[in-house]
């Protein structure tokens, strides 16, 4: 079988030479690939992966335009992904290659789907922690299909799985809920998750809390459950109180003239009111932003890769294709699924049998 892995990196040149050595020594006797895809990095990043696509041939490169996004570069990955399976990591090393060999056991005993849970987060401070484990279980409970805590974009496909994930092509991304959502047989492998091996993180507070809303818009409905659930209350709430002001201005005296009270109702309700279009609001746009229908990637560079002959739905490939190495898509994806051997092919720069 021929095991595929998809690295998306950005601003990574510290930590590419150590992943592809631990590669190479964790993966000896299974035959793999590596597909990094740069999400237009600004660093040596690009010339540190076209040397080490020059020494070993078993290392492929795609590049972006510019930076379109991790779950963008996870998709490009899997749409030039050739393997039985594929293994979706991040280069920073906290996703351990040496859990690989275990993933592939449990693949060959049929899972479609093999994911490594966190039992531990080394170096994060316990605010992101505590953030972490209530963003998974408020969204686990919101989301229309469950989703495992603590298991992040670090997984392995089977190739069948790697297939459906190509039909799902919306614009706003949330791989772990698209594996959730597919509802495979799926397989959990605990294991601690260690520090960044080098470098640092390019996923701020803010980009973390983007990526957390799309989470939960790109799956459930509830934020705006929620809007109309409060207005109903604020609604019966206003009536009851409008209710006491008109029993006290008919059958009492005590009503003492007044705006404060109006003012603090007038800012509850004003802020529902906005909380409320701004949900709405949200969820319009997307949908908006689907409808135009747009790439999600523009590949401008590749390296030991064949170029599929037809056109990717929503992506663009303006790398320079060679004549002799240009592989159908349809034709990798058939020969993978066991009509013929999925590891009969030519290699598109090397001229070697891999």
């Not at 972006?64 to 979706?88: C, E, W, Y």
């Not at 351990?96 to 039992?119: A, C, H, N, T, W």
């Not at 190739?159 to 991304?173: K, S």
Request: net charge neutral; glycine share 6%; aromatic share 10%.
């Amino acid at each position: 079988m021929l095991l595929s892995i998809v690295i998306p990196v950005l601003n990574e040149a510290q930590t590419i030479p150590l992943m592809v050595s631990r590669l190479r020594d964790t993966l000896d006797g299974l035959m793999w690939e590596v597909i990094f895809v740069d999400d237009g990095s600004t660093d040596q990043t690009w010339s540190i992966l076209e040397r080490a696509a020059f020494d070993d041939p078993r290392v492929k490169l795609l590049r972006f335009s510019r930076n379109f996004g991790h779950q963008a570069a996870v998709t490009a990955g899997l749409d030039f992904a050739h393997g039985d399976a594929v293994v979706v990591m991040d280069a920073d090393l906290q996703d351990p290659p040496e859990l690989l060999p275990r993933m592939v056991d449990l693949f060959r005993q049929g899972y479609d789907v093999v994911s490594p849970k966190r039992i531990s987060r080394e170096e994060e401070t316990r605010f992101k922690r505590w953030t972490a484990k209530l963003f998974y279980r408020i969204l686990s409970r919101m989301a229309d299909q469950p989703l495992t805590p603590d298991v992040g974009d670090f997984r392995l496909f089977s190739r069948r799985a790697v297939l459906a994930i190509r039909t799902l092509r919306e614009q706003h991304r949330y791989m772990r809920g698209i594996a959730g959502w597919l509802g495979l047989r799926e397989a959990i492998i605990p294991f601690e998750r260690r520090g960044r091996a080098a470098g640092n993180t390019s996923y701020t507070f803010f980009r973390m809390l983007r990526f957390a809303w799309t989470g939960v818009s790109s799956f459930s409905a509830f934020p705006l459950r929620i809007s109309i659930a409060a207005g109903c209350i604020l609604s019966f709430a206003g009536f009851l109180y409008l209710s006491r002001v008109v029993y006290l201005a008919l059958f009492t005296t005590a009503l003492v003239p007044g705006w404060a009270s109006v003012v603090a109702l007038q800012c509850a309700f004003s802020g529902m009111i906005l909380l409320a279009l701004g949900a709405i609001g949200d969820y319009v746009a997307r949908t908006y932003e689907e409808t135009k229908n747009r790439p999600l990637y523009v590949v401008t560079e590749c390296s030991n890769l064949p170029l599929p002959q037809r056109a990717l739905t929503r992506a663009v490939i303006l790398a320079e294709p060679d004549p002799m190495s240009v592989i159908a898509m349809d034709d990798a994806d058939r020969l993978s699924s066991g009509a013929e051997d999925p590891l009969s092919y030519h290699h598109p720069l090397a001229g070697m049998r891999v």
